[in-house]
């Protein structure tokens, strides 16, 4: 679990957090939706310590966060923010295994189970036949893909996600869903989501927090809970509502007068 009580940031002295406090349950996705600017990012960033607070607190599992990650980060958090693997000249399935290297003992082959953590995602992901491509082959949408899927590989207890859905072809982007959906599913791991994507966030996350623009409060809601009133007042822009015919969730469309 996470919990956020009183967090500030400041970048500069501009003021990006205020008072922020929010708690993410274990088995939870929670999705953090807000009008650009907003701090949705600077918050998930703070929840992967990566950078500093200037006040309140942060605890996982009732723990500082700086206390929690120590020596054991990659087994507890996982961070998933765009970019470009460093050596493009390395394999597919090479680059997903390095998400493995914390786990493998000194000079020892990788376990079966990380062989089976591998394989499992590169199913997941359509990414098998890639397999022995060379990183820099790949189109912009499956290096997207292959770096989401290196940061699912740790299995750390609690991923958190920055815009992920970026440079994503829809097919992806449904493979990325049901993925997540499976990562939290023993409720025992925590998923958190900021960007811009609003439609996937209400498919996928089981509670949205909503960046007020008012005073910069943060509302917690259901997704089904969510109005075109609701896109109104967040993002100042006006939008149609309709309702997915499988799960009842809402849909976002635009329309251009």
Not at 34 to 45: D, F, P
Not at 56 to 66: K, N, S, T
Not at 114 to 134: I, M, N, S, T, W
Not at 171 to 199: I, M, P, W
Request: aromatic share 8%; hydrophobic share 40%; net charge negative.
């Amino acid at each position: 679990m996470i919990e956020c009580k009183d967090l500030r940031l400041a970048i500069r002295g501009n003021e990006i957090l205020r008072s922020i406090s929010v708690t993410v349950e274990d088995g939870e996705i929670a999705g953090l939706l807000g009008a650009a600017g907003c701090g949705k990012t600077m918050l998930a960033r703070a929840m992967a310590g990566a950078i500093p607070l200037q006040g309140g607190e942060m605890r996982y599992d009732g723990i500082p966060v700086e206390e929690y990650l120590g020596e054991l980060r990659h087994e507890r958090l996982s961070y998933f923010k765009t970019s470009v693997p460093e050596n493009t000249d390395d394999t597919l399935v090479n680059f997903l295994f390095l998400a493995r290297m914390p786990y493998k003992r000194v000079f020892k082959r990788y376990s079966d189970y990380d062989l089976q953590v591998v394989e499992r995602y590169l199913d997941l992901f359509g990414l098998a036949p890639l397999r022995d491509h060379p990183l820099r082959t790949l189109s912009d949408s499956v290096l997207q893909r292959a770096v989401i899927a290196h940061s699912l590989i740790t299995e750390a207890k609690t991923l958190i996600m920055d815009d992920p859905t970026s440079y994503l072809d829809i097919e992806s982007v449904s493979r990325l869903g049901r993925a997540l959906q499976k990562y939290v599913l023993s409720g025992e791991r925590t998923v958190v989501l900021a960007g811009n994507d609003l439609n996937f966030i209400l498919q996928t996350a089981d509670r949205v927090l909503l960046f007020e623009p008012a005073d910069g409060s943060i509302t917690r809601c259901r997704p089904e809970e969510i109005t075109a009133d609701t896109v109104r007042r967040i993002y100042g822009t006006e939008v149609l509502l309709s309702r997915n015919i499988y799960n009842g969730r809402p849909e976002v469309h635009l329309y251009i007068e």
